[in-house]
């Protein structure tokens, strides 16, 4: 294994500079090509020769080396080495859209959506490719955001081929796997579409999907802070039958593409003016009928009035904690997730 304090060189050609992660199956390291002086990422997986680890890092090489997307690291070169594989790859500059959220959750709801607009180009493209390539693993921690704010999609040890058969290892990450990868289902395009909308979920909630209880929050629960098109598209990217949800990332490219949440936002807040008239409305209504009825006589009048506007008052302090106090339902979600934290893991992956 390689020693952390140490710029150990990869066959003789790549001098490990620092770990960036680690997982059950092997490392990612930055590396510096000792001709180029070019910085990569090295993926290292260890094991006997034909070993899970090191098979599942050729299949990933296979399978990104005929992937053709700005969005999509490419593959350098790949090494055996020793005991371990070695899987050279561009290396991708930035922080993981994981980090980003917790430092800024809740986004606003035209970030989130611009964001996610990013996610459903690269789905849209690998949901082309032929064969369909199904990610399997679409998660913050996956998705890297470049200084310049490009959306990269990194790991491709998940991926599959979208052949209408079921899989028999249950890869994913708890919390945004879609139920069929969790009951041995089939795996399909719909399966990326599902986590997708729980990652664009989780930046409008500031709810952690892999933490307890384990499922991304429904649209209809934030349905006082979204518009009603992001609503829509949460509830039923995020529906428990597959044939339900939106085809593919191409399909749900187009839904996002159609989503303007400020002219939504204008029109729900033209809306709670006129409600908000049409009550005053109402109360001066029943004033001038109150006149009417004690012949003009004040006092019976201005009594009865100030019971119908304490009324009105509570009435409407009611629907507006109800339907506006965003900060109220961010700190119950945070408290909730407080007080039962829990680091969620990947499915299938080592528990140990």
Known sequence: MLNNNDNVEAAGRYRMLKKLGEGGMGEVWLAEHSSLHALFAVKKAYGEKDGIARRCLRCEAERMKGL??????????????????????????????????R??????????????????????YLHSE?????????????????????IRLLDFGAAVIADG???????????????????????RCETDVYSAAAVFSYMLSAAD??????????????GRFISRSSIKLIDSC??????????????????????????ERICEQFKGHLYRLFMWMLVAAGCIMLMLRYG???????????IIM???????????????????????????????EKKGRGIGEDQS
């Not at 690291?73 to 980003?100: A, C, K, R, W």
């Not at 999907?209 to 934030?222: A, T």
């Not at 399909?251 to 949440?261: D, F, H, N, T």
């Open 165 to 187: 058969k079921s899989v028999e290892d249950a890869f994913g990450t708890e919390g945004y796997a879609a139920p069929e990868q969790l009951n041995g289902g089939i795996i």
């Open 68 to 101: 053709n997307n700005r969005h999509i690291p490419y593959p350098v070169d790949i090494l055996e080495e020793d005991n371990s594989t070695l899987l050279v790859m561009e290396y991708v500059e930035g922080i993981t859209l994981e980090e980003y959220i």
């Open 310 to 340: 304490s009324l009105a008052a509570l009435v409407w302090g009611i629907i507006r904690d109800e339907f506006f106090d965003e900060n109220g339902f961010i700190l119950q979600r945070s408290w909730n997730i407080m007080i039962t």
């Open 130 to 150: 032929s064969p369909q390539i199904v990610y399997r693993d679409i998660k913050p921690s996956n998705l890297m955001i470049s200084p310049d704010g490009e």
């Open 238 to 263: 995020l529906e428990e039958d597959p044939d339900r949800r939106p085809a593919n990332g191409g399909a749900l490219l187009e839904l996002v593409s159609g989503i303007k949440p400020g002219r």
């Open 103 to 124: 430092k800024n959750a809740p986004l606003d709801e035209d970030e989130a959506l611009a964001i996610l607009r990013q996610i459903c180009g690269i789905l849209a």
């Open 209 to 222: 999907p892999s933490r307890p209880p384990f499922h991304p929050v429904k649209g209809k629960e934030l």
């Open 296 to 306: 003009g006589d004040p006092r019976p009048v201005l009594e009865i009035s100030v």
